[in-house]
T-cell receptor, first 114, second 112 residues
Framework: DGGITQSPKYLFRKEGQNVTLSCEQN?????MYWYRQDPGQGLRLIYY???????QKGDIAEGYSVSREKKESFPLTVTSAQKNPTAFYLC?????????????FGSGTRLTVV | GENVEQHPSTLSVQEGDSAVIKCTYS??????FPWYKQELGKRPQLIID?????GEKKDQRIAVTLNKTAKHFSLHITETQPEDSAVYFC???????????FGKGTSLLVTP
């Protein structure tokens, strides 16, 4: 899967539930990112992490949380505070923190609220 | 923060014609400009990139040009083929510790 794996591919969430999206990479990349993709909106940055145990909010962090306990893993939790979570979520990693060069994307998780 | 504008949002061309997609950016410190191609339901794939010390870069039918003074860069696809049909995203970043900022995408349709 190109060295970065997202799971599940499809996820359904009931109103008021928290759900966690998994992102694992074996590329030895220091930096990892979460983007949300909506039709006609491009990719919007939710959170990013440049090093283990550290992460920063992106442009649309409200209603989301992350952790970075291991270099390989950067899970994203969509909380009940996120009022419109239905979207395609993409995880990415890069060689050098803060440098867009060498971005690798996962295959995405499509989240739907039911 | 950085703001990347991309035009047009949709583009339809006939097979064999050229396609041009344009992006502008706001942060003069941006120095890396990649272009991604995303087919329906799949992950974005890097197709070409350019750094600010270069004005143009070409890879077979694809080229990117950069005008740092005007803060805009463009993707040029020549001799388009139906398999070029996809959504194309431009992006920009700096070295200052942030992530890629993406444009909203251009949906390119190449008709036979």
């Amino acid at each position: 899967d190109g060295g970065i794996t997202q799971s599940p591919k499809y996820l359904f969430r009931k109103e008021g539930q928290n759900v966690t999206l998994s992102c694992e990479q074996n590329l030895n990349h220091d930096a990892m990112y979460w983007y949300r993709q909506d039709p006609g909106q491009g990719l919007r940055l939710i959170y990013y992490s440049q090093i283990v145990n550290d992460f920063q909010k992106g442009d649309i962090a409200e209603g989301y949380s992350v952790s970075r306990e291991k270099k390989e893993s950067f899970p994203l939790t969509v909380t009940s505070a996120q009022k419109n979570p239905t979207a395609f979520y993409l995880c990415a990693s890069s060689i050098i923190p803060g440098d867009g060069y060498g971005y690798t994307f996962g295959s995405g998780t499509r989240l739907t609220v039911v | 923060g950085e703001n990347v504008e991309q035009h047009p949002s949709t583009l339809s061309v006939q097979e064999g014609d050229s396609a041009v997609i344009k992006c502008t950016y706001s942060d003069s410190a941006s120095n890396y400009f990649p272009w991604y191609k995303q087919e329906l339901g799949k992950r974005p794939q890097l197709i070409i990139d350019i750094r600010s010390n270069v004005g143009e870069k070409k890879d077979q039918r694809i080229a990117v040009t950069l005008n740092k003074t005007a803060k805009h860069f463009s993707l040029h696809i020549t001799e388009t083929q139906p398999e070029d049909s996809a959504v194309y995203f431009c992006a920009a970043s700096t070295d200052s510790g942030y992530a890629l900022n993406f444009g909203k995408g251009t949906s390119l349709l190449v008709t036979p």
